[in-house]
């Protein structure tokens, strides 16, 4: 049944921001969710199916509440903005779209782009340690190094510490010439490009050259005590349990740790040595611990990567394997049901497949 809902919008300025250069964000509306859009005047007109109708309308007035609050409305922010709606009909695109973490250089604004990222941000802010586990490019990195930096530079810690596991990417590198920090330098290098994205460069050696942010191995971390400090412990699903343990002990007073990596890309020889799940399974009741995951649905990069990610969940799935059931510590329950997929898989047998199938993008 088509149904045609009718849209006022009195702030001219505002509903210019709304449709976009030449309309574009109307038609991009149109596109995503099959419904036809109309103006005229100062009027919508949207045109489909009743729940595409529904979903249409509501972003369209979200948006214009947006760009009546300052916001400037891009392209991108459509899908995302829709993409919300679709998901959690009571969500206000004003939460996340106005909730700036960092205003970087250049005065370009950080601030969440989905439900995810917005709940990452808020256990961020509500807890002293933080697990963000999921998909590349979802924003886990990036949004932990946000946060550091505004603490630094708001003084609410004296330093940054970021650490990663140096462990290589399913190839050998040889000997690496140099010293220590040369040596290391490869395997940090994701920590140094999101920190010259926020800050000038002079800026970042200055701080590094005075010890308030700090790049080490995760190695080095061993029988140190960490105060005043926000730490990031990046690629975690390459510490072992014992590494984990050493790293989260090291909190002192005043610090906020956060710890990021996806299950499905450990390094390791033997993954399921990974300190990451472990560490999420018995931690995620503990007061002051929050464990957030993230879905294909979060990425934030190219279009292309969340589709890249699909197509490998898809791949999963049909072994049996989902991401969401890859990404969260297994229980007694997944274990029995993962020897009973595989006994199937042995068998031809593909009625017992239990996969989460992830949408389209």
């Known amino acids: 049944m088509t149904i045609t809902a009718t849209l006022s919008y009195e702030d001219r300025d505002a509903f210019q921001q709304l449709c976009g250069p030449n309309d574009k964000h109307l038609k991009i509306v149109e596109e995503l969710l099959h419904v036809g859009v109309a103006t005229r005047g100062n009027t ?4 489909g199916a009743a729940h595409d109708v529904e979903v249409a309308s509501t972003a369209l007035d979200q948006f214009y509440d947006l760009a009546r609050q300052g916001y400037r409305v891009f392209p991108s922010d459509i899908p995302r903005g829709i993409r919300i709606v679709s998901g959690a009909p009571d969500a206000r695109l004003a939460d996340v779209f106005l909730d700036t973490i960092f205003v970087a250089s250049g005065k370009r604004r950080i601030s969440p782009k989905n439900l995810g990222q917005k709940h990452y941000i808020d256990a961020m802010r509500g807890n002293d340690l933080t697990f963000g586990i999921g998909a590349a490019g979802t924003g886990k990195t990036y949004l932990a190094m946000a946060m550091a930096v505004q603490a630094l530079l708001a003084r609410e810690v004296k330093r940054i510490i970021l650490t990663r596991p140096a462990v290589e990417a399913g190839e050998k590198l040889g000997f690496l010439p140099g ?3 040369e040596k290391v330098n490869p395997y940090l290098r994701p920590l140094y490009d999101a920190l010259y994205d926020m800050l000038e460069l002079t800026k970042v050696q ?3 050259g005075e010890n308030a ?3 080490a191995p995760l190695a080095f971390m ?3 005590t960490l105060n005043d400090a926000f730490v ?3 690629e975690a699903q390459n510490a072992t349990r014992e590494q984990m343990r050493m790293c989260l002990t090291r909190l002192g007073y005043n610090t906020k740790t956060v710890v990021t990596g996806d299950i499905t890309q450990t390094d390791l020889p033997d993954p399921e040595r990974s300190g990451l799940a472990h560490a999420a399974r018995i931690l995620a ?3 002051g611990v929050s464990v957030c995951y993230f879905s294909a649905d979060d990425v934030v990069r190219h279009p292309l990567v969340m589709r890249i990610v699909n197509a490998y969940d898809r791949d999963d799935a049909r072994a049996g394997v989902s991401r969401e059931r890859r990404n969260r510590p297994p229980t007694r329950g997944d274990e029995a049901a993962a020897n009973e997929a595989e006994a199937a898989a042995n ?13 389209e993008d």
Do not use: T, Y
């Open 213 to 215: 942010i700090e790049i």
């Open 232 to 234: 990031i412990l990046d």
């Open 179 to 181: 010293d220590m920090a």
């Open 347 to 359: 068998r031809g047998d593909d009625a017992l497949s239990f996969a989460l199938e992830i949408g």
């Open 222 to 224: 061993r029988g140190r």
């Open 44 to 47: 919508v007109q949207v045109s």
């Open 206 to 208: 200055r701080l590094i």
């Open 285 to 287: 009741d503990v007061k």
